[in-house]
């Protein structure tokens, strides 16, 4: 027992890591994969071959952080059929990940010193359904997910530490979080109010108040400086278009549609209550349990005794996670911006989210209740792991009891399930392994995904399946039900193959002729 207590966060990495190797082939190609590879084509071709495409590149402003290591990468190691190119993606999207998790365990253990506390951590943010499912094939909201626990431990260490390389660290990490979504610059502001509230404390001592001040221009140098080298969008207008990215962020606009609550509503019509009913219906209720209780006591506590959370003490930590929680739900009323895809551009919140049930089971292991406790987030994990397993590989497509229905489809008529069509990938090979003949013409409702997951099918099937968007001239169509949810009952139509969830429909495939 005092070896895994030791070592209890490289044992739980090793083990996900481990799963991962067994597991990460198979997932398809998600929706927005190949304008990923895109991205950072782009930029590397900017970077090493002098291609000036960056310069008019409609995205142009997305950042590269996470795209453009991975394309360097790719090169290096001659990777360049695109069936190995998606599934060293996948694999190199859930390392991080998974790194990320295991440095959320150190923060925990930081924090509380307390391993059992950093393992359910750990265990909250991995055996997440949703989260965890998209660590592969979501290469935007996960890897700005990770670098963001990767902030909150920088920071939690400088402001502890208070010692200029931990500063410079820190602000190696603001940038890349930045890098990859401008939304980055609420934690650059977390850690600018830190430092006021330090400056505003030390006016009785002047070598604190120096130290702070130094410390504050330390971190705004790296910063500034890694944003800047990282980010090749920035080399020759670096002010101009920083303050671009930024206003692209809150005018942001999309003009498609999506299945919220029974009803198609245009994207750029965003419900205001989208954001929270998906994070209420598509996370553990454990977890939001603790979560939401571990909020309110922090909320109590802060207003009962605020000069504690001034002060530079760990728990002023909180600070930090409460407005990286509270403060992108408010934007989103604020800025009117435009979500899609559930609520997967705010899945950086949730790391923050958890720390405050990890807060709250702190509160509660010092009371008689710790034991009924550990049980209760032992069931909740072990249940949470049995939908990921049983339903393996789209255990992302997830709704907690509160959306459980007896009645058959409910699910798939009323919100968007399985939106990024990775099912796509299963839906081709069956049509392959059930079909002999070497040319097969597969269309898809919507049609694109079929384009995509035919590049991770292997060489020899690629050449006997023919993607074609007329749906007459098709042998086969496959659909997600996506701007969908209606069954598909005119003839000669049959289905021959459906993958279910939760007993709702996420894949069909239908023989046309």
């Known amino acids: 027992m005092p070896f895994i207590n030791k070592h209890a966060g490289k044992i739980l990495l090793l083990a996900s890591l481990i799963i991962t190797v067994f597991t990460y082939r198979n997932y398809g190609v998600s929706w927005d994969e190949w304008s990923q590879v895109q991205i950072g084509s782009v930029s590397y071709n900017y970077l090493f071959h002098g291609d000036n495409a960056l310069k008019t590149f409609c995205v142009a402003d997305y950042g590269v952080a996470f795209e453009l290591p991975l394309l360097i990468i790719q090169k290096i190691l001659g990777i360049t059929d695109s069936r190995d190119i998606y599934f060293f993606r996948h694999l190199l999207t859930n390392f ?43 290469a935007k909201d996960v890897p700005f997910l990770s670098l963001f626990i990767l902030s909150f431990y920088a ?86 278009n920083l303050y671009i990215a930024f206003m692209d962020l809150k005018r942001f606009g999309w003009w498609g549609k999506f299945l919220f609550m029974g009803k198609v509503v245009d994207g750029h019509e965003i419900p205001y209550n989208y954001a929270i009913t998906w994070f209420f219906i598509s996370n553990p209720l454990p977890y939001l349990l603790f979560g939401f209780v571990g909020m309110t006591l922090f909320i109590i506590q802060l207003i009962k005794r605020p000069l504690s959370f001034i002060r530079n003490t760990l728990e002023r930590n909180n600070l930090i996670y409460f407005a990286c929680f509270v403060g992108p739900l408010a934007s989103i009323f604020i800025f009117h911006s435009v979500l899609y895809d559930a609520w997967r551009h705010l899945y950086f919140i949730y790391p923050a989210f958890i720390l405050f049930a990890i807060y709250f089971l702190d509160k509660i292991f010092q009371t008689k209740a710790k034991s009924a406790s550990i049980i209760l987030a032992f069931i909740g994990i072990v249940s949470t792991g049995y939908h990921i397993v049983k339903y393996f590989p789209f255990g992302h497509v997830y709704f907690n009891e509160l959306m459980r229905f007896d009645e058959p489809e409910h699910l798939r008529k009323t919100y968007e399930l399985e939106y990024w069509a990775t099912s796509y990938m299963q839906g081709m090979e069956y049509i392959l392994a059930h079909d002999q003949r070497m040319r097969i013409v597969v269309t898809g409702s919507p049609d694109m995904p079929c384009l995509y997951n035919l590049g991770i099918l292997k060489k020899d099937d690629r050449s006997r399946l023919i993607y074609t968007d007329k749906e007459n001239e098709a042998d086969y169509l496959i659909t997600n039900y996506r701007l969908h949810p209606q069954d598909f009952l005119y003839a000669p139509i049959q289905n021959i193959y459906t993958i279910k969830v939760l007993d709702n429909s996420i894949l069909s495939v239908f023989k046309l002729k």
């Open 155 to 240: 920071a939690a260490i400088a402001f502890k530490k208070y010692e200029y390389r931990y500063f410079i660290a820190l602000g190696a990490v603001c940038a890349l979080v930045t890098n990859i979504r401008i939304m980055g610059l609420l934690m650059i502001l977390c850690v600018g109010i830190l430092f006021l509230l330090d400056f505003i404390t030390s006016f009785d001592d002047k070598q604190k108040r120096k130290k702070t001040i130094q410390s504050f221009l330390v971190f705004s140098f790296s910063t500034m400086a890694v944003l800047y080298a990282t980010w090749p969008y920035l080399y020759e207008h670096p002010i101009r």
């Open 96 to 138: 991080l990940f998974l790194f990320s998790a295991y440095i959320f365990f150190l923060l925990i253990d930081f924090l509380y010193h307390s391993k059992i506390l950093a393992s359910l951590g750990f265990c909250f943010l991995v055996i997440n359904p949703l989260i965890y499912g998209h660590s592969f094939f979501n």
